[in-house]
T-cell receptor, first 114, second 114 residues
Framework: AQSVTQLDSHVSVSEGTPVLLRCNYS??????LFWYVQHPNKGLQLLLK??????LVKGINGFEAEFKKSETSFHLTKPSAHMSDAAEYFC????????????FGGGTRLMVKP | AAGVIQSPRHLIKEKRETATLKCYPI?????VYWYQQGPGQDPQFLIS???????DKGSIPDRFSAQQFSDYHSELNMSSLELGDSALYFC?????????????FGPGTRLTVT
């Protein structure tokens, strides 16, 4: 079985400062990992994915994430937050041994202060 | 670019009624997934279809059924609705069902059961 844990339910940053959203995963097999973003009353948008290629993954809107097997982590970062980044972020895992159903973490609500 | 289309966007039903949600995947995508997101919760996988056959099954109640048609669109049929079925229902599509295939989400159908 696989699971993801997002270590912070809420993160607050000031505009222009770095963003760090933490995610740890558990999987019996080498997983595929994703970050999705959900703006209020909107659908889910794929930010980036890791599928056993490069460990540093670059996504859209300046976000990137680093896969660290030794730490079972897949933290999401951005050098400088924008007001438009305020949203709910989900770390997501899917096993590489069976199916493609997504297992979501509990989500992290990112708030950006002016 | 064409995205996943879901209809209706909003639906209000009474207890014990039935509801049908529709999903039209991105053109050429052959795999469809259904997720349920309750208030304040992360999305939970319900069921998926690949090439019109059920691929994986998650926490879908027996009162719900789904299918994928020859044009790859999918319908989620919900009967004997309960108050707890009130949620945002997302459909996602991908090209292929292999693990790691990127899933693109629709805007969701918000179901309210009164």
């Amino acid at each position: 079985a696989q699971s993801v844990t997002q270590l912070d339910s809420h993160v607050s940053v000031s505009e222009g400062t770095p963003v760090l959203l933490r995610c740890n995963y558990s999987s019996s097999y080498s997983p595929s990992l994703f970050w999705y973003v959900q703006h209020p009353n909107k659908g889910l948008q794929l930010l980036l994915k890791y599928t056993s290629a490069a460990t540093l993954v670059k996504g859209i809107n300046g976000f990137e994430a680093e896969f660290k097997k030794s730490e079972t982590s897949f933290h999401l970062t951005k050098p400088s937050a924008h007001m438009s980044d305020a949203a709910e972020y989900f770390c997501v895992v899917t096993p590489n041994n069976a199916g493609n159903m997504l297992t979501f973490g509990g989500g992290t609500r990112l708030m950006v202060k002016p | 670019a064409a995205g996943v289309i879901q209809s209706p966007r909003h639906l209000i039903k009474e207890k014990r009624e039935t509801a049908t949600l529709k999903c039209y995947p991105i053109p050429r995508h052959d795999t469809v997934y259904w997720y349920q997101q309750g208030p304040g919760q992360d999305p939970q996988f319900l069921i998926s279809f690949y090439e019109k056959m059920q691929s994986d099954k998650g926490s879908i109640p027996d009162r719900f059924s789904a299918q994928q048609f020859s044009d790859y669109h999918s319908e989620l049929n919900m009967s004997s609705l309960e108050l707890g079925d009130s949620a945002l229902y997302f459909c996602a599509s991908s090209l292929g069902e292999l693990a790691g295939a990127e899933q693109y989400f629709g805007p969701g159908t918000r179901l309210t059961v009164t």
